[in-house]
Each structure stands twice: as C-alpha cells, then as structure tokens.
C-alpha cells in the first residue's frame, strides 16, 4: 500500500522543477536527439539506487569540475540543466585570474561572462556511470555547456570536437581514436591516511611566492624503476593496478593492455579503438577515477608530465588515430592497390599533421612543464616535424602498411593531462584540412631529430605565440575560446617567468619547484 502524500511533500514536488537550471531548457531547444532521450528515459531505474550524482564538464585545461547533486535533486536537472559558475574558464592552471570577467563580455566578447555570471550544464545521460568505488552509491555524469539561450557555450571544449566529428561524418568518414597513455603512480608519504584526502592535505595551504597554488603532495617512489616492462614491478604494483583495472572495466571502459614503464612506478595504460568523442569522454573520466582510486590506496596518480622527482623520466600521452569509411565499411588508410604505405586519405591527413604541427602543439601539450618531453636527450619523444614508418623519434609514426587492415597514424607529441578534446579536435581538424586540400607529406625521414627540419616549439610561450597566429586554431576553437585560452596560457606563462627571475634556476632540463607545485597534484 503506498504511504499517502503529505501537503508539505507535495510542495516540495511541485517547487522542485524550479530549483535549478531552466525549466524545460532541454525540451525547450532540442537539445538532445532520440538516443540520448531513450538513454534518460532508462535511466530512472538506475536512480533508484542511487543516493548522489556527480555531473561535470572538462574545463579548458582538461580537469573534470562537478558538482554533487541528490538523486532527486538530479531528476530535475537532468531535463533542466544545471547553473554553474564560470571559475573554471577564467582561471589558469594555478588558479589566479586569467581572463577578466568583469571587464565587458569577459573581455572575450560573451556577454554572460561580465560579472561572472552563470552558465547551464546539461547532462549527457549517453555518459551516465555508476561509480564502483565510492563510499555510497554515486552516479557520474559529462555535461555539455550552454548559453541561456539554448546555444553551445563558446567555451565549451567538447562541442570544439563535436564539431569536427561533424565535420568528418559529413565526408562520410567517422573518426578512431586508441588512448595510449604513461602516468606515475607514487606512495603517499603519509600512507596512515587513506583517502582522497591525503592526495590534498598539503596542498590547502597558500605559499607566498608561488602564484596560488600550495604544496604539491608529499610522495614516495613505488619501486627503483629503469627494468624496462619488468614483471616483477608491475606485481608489486597489482594491489593498486587490480581496483583501478577493475573500475575501468565496471564502468564500461576499453582497457587492453597495462605495462610499467622505465621510470619508478611509471604505468601505461592502453584502451581498445573508440570513436572519438568516445575516447575523448574516456580519458577524462580515466584520469579522474585513477586519482580517486590510488588516493583510496594510499597512493597518488599524476599525469605531469615530468614530476620534480630524483630519476624520474617523462610520460607522454601517444595519440593513435585513423579514419573509417562508413560507406564502404573500412579503414580509410588502407591503400586498395600496390604497396604504398598509407591510401590517399592517409597521406593527406598525414600532411595536414604535419603542417599544422606547431600551431596545433599547444592542445597537445598546455603546459610548461610538458615541453620538457621535446629535449632532445629523451630520444623517443618527437622534437621536428617529421614523419617516418615505426620509428618512435618521429612526430608521426605510421604502423601497419599495405594490406594492413589495423594501418593507423601515431602521433607521439602529447603529455598526459592535455585536454582531451582539444588535442583529438586539433588532429582532426588538421588531418582533414590536408585531406580536404590534397596535401602530401614530404618522404619519410630518416633522422627524426634531425637539426635541418622543421622545429617543434620549445616552451609554452612559443606554442601559445603559433596558436595565436594560426587561421586554422581560429576556426577550431572560434573567436572568444581561441581569446579565452590564450590568456590563461600567458597568465601561466608570466607567472613561470616571475618566478624563474626571484629564484636560483634549476639546471638545463630539469623540472624547477614552481612546475611541481603547479602540475603534480592538480594533474
């Protein structure tokens, strides 16, 4: 017999459809198609047992910022959306103030930025998750970002991607993306405090000096590392790697492969070919679940690219990528005749690689501390833009060839905590570009490093300056987005820069204090 409805209950209800977001601001601009509606009508069942839902979106840096809502709390903003501060897009990497939000429009020309006004997040109920490892039983979920007029928020790095899938899937081609990423796990040094919040203790605390940001966490190494592929590092690793494998596994993630890497506790995790917005969904919610999973154990998860740590080496994040004809059914790289390397399409989106490589590199690599991966004493890591078959020096590596139905373009620039979406959307809108104008790519090289070619930028401030200059950064990102990041990226550049000139420099490529407290424990 059900419990009869009191007054005040049914107050509660009828006032609840108010209590966020825009009543009917789903329904009322059509913002989703009959997938993602039949993915929320399924969903109430799930809800049941559930007693919060954390929705979120990858702000510009590529960092997951959420909120926590109650299950009921979440039904009405499934279909309302959510308002949500605009923090996330005006502060940098050390979280000071990069884009003026009370100048007008934000100085970036979106009126709803002045003041600092609110934005709506609408979940993608297409992303919902459970959650294997919370302490109760919690959903999670992408959203994208809305101006209040129903309009994809010019901010938004998600829709950046959408918009070249489009792109794509209007030649008839949709795009394959492999995640093939190396991070460090490290001991918490206080192991007696499991959680999440051991991760963070040290760094609640503001230290003069350094921007705003604290100290980074206090950590140990796992193992000595430099036993390549070692068995035994990566089982004395397996009381940390078995939850977060699993997690991944429950939460619908593509993991295929896990390996240690050369450095102390240096991992690389692999996952199966996704579509790309997929991927880029996947790699976003891979980097938030390993740091809460490895915090759980005593442990933290870094994506930095080259922590402030004795003898450890860089991690870098290889983009594997191709494209499927959805017409003829197959990959579009495969030549149908003779033993050239790569198809047409191939060679042409090779060539738009690599002529868009510098004004492009700053979505693969955001911050200072990842252009320590391109000195030239880290062999593996590409600092020329040139291309070759299999040789891991190169920018763009191609594996397979004629005949080989898995052919497929690597490309070997990123660092672990790029933007998802801006590093796939970048790729995707050069290697299109070339396609679409018929470019090839000059012959392979034999020296990748070679000092006669090309040079990839050397530091954040050289990529930001090809960013800016690039027509083709401008049509990706669009007018306030392309403003938007190029501001943070001077904001975290000038304030490397006062720092480097009151400190004692650290030695020729090694990793300096300030990029630590900046990187470690954010990333």
Not at 9 to 24: I, N, P, Q
Not at 144 to 154: I, K, Q, V
Not at 195 to 221: C, D, I, L, M, R
Not at 493 to 516: I, N
Request: proline share 6%; charged share 20%.
């Amino acid at each position: 017999m059900t419990k009869p409805t009191t007054a005040r209950e049914a107050g509660e209800r009828r006032y609840a459809r108010f209590a966020t977001g825009s009543v009917g601001f789903v329904e009322r601009h059509g913002l989703w198609n009959a997938e993602q509606r039949t993915a929320a009508d399924a969903l109430e069942e799930t809800l049941s047992g559930l007693e919060f839902v954390r929705v979120g979106f990858g702000d510009p840096h590529g960092l997951m910022r959420s909120k926590t809502l109650t299950v009921d709390a979440f039904r009405t903003a499934l279909r309302n959306g959510i308002d949500m501060s605009p923090g996330p897009f005006v502060f940098d990497t050390g979280h000071a103030v990069g884009v003026d939000f009370f100048a007008p429009g934000g100085g970036i020309g979106i009126p709803e930025l002045t003041g600092a006004g609110d934005f709506l997040i609408v979940p993608d109920p297409l992303t919902f998750k459970v959650l294997p490892y919370t302490e109760a039983a919690t959903g999670w979920v992408i959203a994208d970002e809305y101006l209040r007029d129903g309009s994809a928020h010019p901010l938004s790095s998600r829709a950046v991607l959408r918009r070249q899938c489009a792109r794509a899937a209007e030649r008839g081609l949709s795009y394959v993306v492999g995640l093939e990423v190396e991070w460090y796990v490290t001991r918490l040094a206080d192991a007696r405090e499991h959680g999440p919040a051991a991760a963070s203790a040290t760094a609640a605390a503001a230290v003069g000096g350094f921007g705003v940001q604290g100290e980074p966490p206090a950590v140990e190494p796992v193992n000595s590392g430099y036993q390549f592929n070692l068995d035994t590092f990566t089982d004395g690793l397996m009381h940390v790697i078995t939850p977060l494998a699993r997690a991944l596994r429950e939460l619908g993630l593509p993991l295929r492969t896990v390996e240690h890497e050369s450095g102390p506790g240096q991992l690389e995790f692999t996952f199966s070919p996704m579509n790309g917005l997929d991927a880029a969904d996947a790699m976003l919610l891979f980097r938030t679940v390993a740091k809460q999973v490895c915090a759980r154990l005593g442990h933290h998860a870094s994506f930095m690219a080259l922590p402030r740590l004795e003898r450890f080496d860089p991690s870098g994040w290889h983009l594997h990528q191709s494209l499927f004809d959805t017409a003829a059914d197959r990959n579009a790289f495969v030549p149908q005749e003779g033993a050239a390397l790569l198809s047409d399409e191939g060679l042409g989106y090779v060539a738009g690689l690599l002529e868009h490589a510098a004004d492009i590199a700053l979505f693969a690599i955001p911050t200072v501390n990842g252009y320590r991966r391109l000195d030239e004493q880290f062999s593996l890591s590409p600092d020329r833009v040139v291309w070759s078959a299999e040789n891991r020096g190169a920018l763009v590596r191609v594996l397979g060839g004629p005949g080989e139905e898995s052919t497929h373009l690597e490309n070997r620039i990123g660092e672990p905590c790029a933007n998802p979406y801006l590093y796939l959307g970048s790729q995707l809108a050069a290697g299109l570009d070339g396609i679409e104008r018929g470019l090839r790519p000059g012959g392979l090289a034999q020296d990748p490093h070679a000092p006669t070619e090309a040079a990839l930028p050397r530091d954040l401030a050289e990529a930001v300056a090809a960013m800016e200059g690039s027509a083709l950064a401008r049509d990706l990102l669009g007018k306030p987005l392309h403003d938007c990041l190029a501001q943070l990226k001077r904001s975290e550049v000038s304030r490397f820069g006062a720092w480097l000139a009151g400190s004692d420099p650290a030695g020729p490529g090694e990793t300096t204090v300030w990029e630590h407290r900046e990187y470690f424990g954010a990333y």
